[in-house]
């Protein structure tokens, strides 16, 4: 073999090589998959360039995989978002917008992205919270995962400190928020990333290839991170919302009452000293969650798996900060839409860059059953995002769908009002219709190239852009009549 001959073979099995992972592998030679999730996780990471919050161990993860800077959730809301993101399915699909459904109550036999992988040779494992955690007579789905689940099914509200002895004193005086001098552990997440540890210490030694599924109970409410990452915030330096007031023209259906915090204010507004704090709580729960993954990917690299496991960190939806004067989620606007997204295969070209298609939580089932080889269930409503792992300009779609119910948590059978939310990678365009007729009883319209913190809605002084998006929407969401429930 000539010397020129020799170097284009080698080229040609390092780029094989480059590849492997991201065109599916060899039978016999499954990737791993670790799959971590945060709850109430609006994209605030330092990976994210907002600035706002101390996330070194995200952030290099960031750095090792691809970032989508347009990710959405189906739903901003807990029920909805996992069952649509972990069956592939749209919420009208799967016909859930509560929290109480669950998802086999509608699709028994659905099969959901960690039993896909059981079903194909899989070791799958949960440990903390991956499906919804209450209020479900079904505790998290049993046949996904090949052993018991592990901290999956509790309230938020469970998650008080424990310690040897009596706990320390409370130092703040704040509604659902504590900081004690206490150890990671003391806390769910802590907790979760020692049972991650293990779990992967046990899998190293395990012939299957595996799907560990890692679910961070954090940041969601109760703000209550131990103290030492409340002290990484200065509350005199934590920023405000942009803007407190409702977007200007914006349509009283688009708001809701954030009663998940503000009920615990009993009926009076947060002060901005009490903004600050709450927004340094939500940081803190952060920072102390991103410690948690750390723990996780150490030792991840500690075991040499970081070669033969896909990693992808997400959340199941964002949150609100007292932008428009909301707080946590259960509307359209971007705060709540819009997720981290970070999927880190082995061997990825172009590390570190990101990418700015519009994507979505249901393109998740249908990326990981490529990057592993398997086949891709006929019900998948998602795209792969593969072909953005190999390019990061590529558009795997020109547009997300975010929606939601109005009621925000309605009690009947059905809600009244649905609002359907299309975004572009310039746009968010929001259909307000009648669940009963398919009226349309409000639009928003929001120029993200000139108001990114949507406070104008140009609905009204937009029609050519209205009658473009509305058609876009009907493509995947048609206007329909609903019968009302039996």
């Known amino acids: 073999m000539t010397p020129r001959s020799l170097a284009l073979a080698i080229g040609i099995a390092l780029w094989g090589v480059a590849l492997r992972g991201l065109a599916g592998p060899p039978a016999g030679d499954k990737p791993n998959v670790l799959f971590l999730m945060a709850d109430d996780l609006r994209p605030e990471l330092g990976c994210y360039g907002a600035g706002h919050v101390i996330s070194p161990n995200i952030d290099r993860l960031a750095k090792r995989g691809r970032m989508f800077k347009r990710a959405y959730c189906q739903q901003a809301l807990c029920n909805p978002s996992r069952a649509s993101m972990l069956t592939g399915l749209r919420p009208d699909s799967l016909g859930i917008w509560n929290l109480p459904t669950h998802l086999r109550q509608r699709r028994p036999g659905i099969v959901t992205l960690p039993q896909h992988f059981r079903n194909n040779g899989y070791f799958t494992e949960c440990v903390g919270k991956i499906f919804h955690n209450w209020r479900q007579d079904i505790h998290g789905d049993p046949q996904s995962w090949s052993v018991p689940q592990f901290m999956h099914y509790a309230r938020h509200d469970d998650d008080k400190p424990k310690v040897d002895g009596k706990p320390p004193r409370n130092e703040i005086k704040l509604p659902r928020s504590t900081i004690l001098d206490v150890p990671d552990e003391a806390y769910f997440d802590g907790r979760i990333a020692t049972r991650a540890v293990e779990s992967l210490q046990r899998l190293k030694q395990n012939r299957k290839p595996f799907f560990l599924a890692v679910g961070f109970w954090k940041p969601h409410l109760p703000f209550n991170a131990p103290r030492r990452y409340w002290n990484l915030y200065d509350p005199a330096k934590v920023t405000l919302p942009e803007s407190l007031a409702r977007p200007e023209n914006g349509p009283d259906i688009a708001l809701h009452d954030s009663r998940e915090l503000l009920r615990a204010f009993g009926g009076r507004e947060p002060s901005t000293r009490d903004i600050r704090e709450l927004r340094r709580g939500y940081f803190a729960a952060t920072t102390y969650m991103d410690s948690q993954v750390g723990r996780v990917l150490d030792e991840l690299d500690r ?55 519009p994507v979505e939580l249901i393109d998740l089932y249908p990326t990981l059953a490529e990057l592993c080889g398997l086949a891709k269930p006929t019900h998948l409503e998602g795209a792969s995002l593969v072909p953005a792992l190999k390019n990061p300009v590529f558009e795997v779609k020109p547009f997300a769908i975010t929606q939601h119910p109005r009621p925000a948590y309605y009690t009947g059978k059905e809600p009244e009002v649905m609002g359907y939310s299309l975004r572009t990678r310039h746009h968010r365009y929001t259909e307000w219709r009648n669940w009963r007729t398919g009226g349309v009883v409000a639009r928003e319209l929001y120029n993200h190239n000139q108001d990114p913190a949507e406070n104008k809605n140009i609905a009204a002084v937009s029609a050519r852009r209205v009658q473009l998006l509305s058609s876009k929407l009907a493509e995947v969401h048609p206007v329909r009549r609903h019968p009302a429930a039996d």
């Open 303 to 357: 075991l040499g798996l970081r070669d033969s496991t896909i990693v992808v960190f997400t959340a199941d939806h964002g949150f609100h900060l007292g932008e428009h004067s909301l707080w946590c989620k259960t509307s359209n606007y971007e705060w709540d839409a819009a997720v981290p997204l970070i999927i880190a295969p082995p061997h990825l070209a172009k590390r570190g860059t990101a990418a700015p298609s």
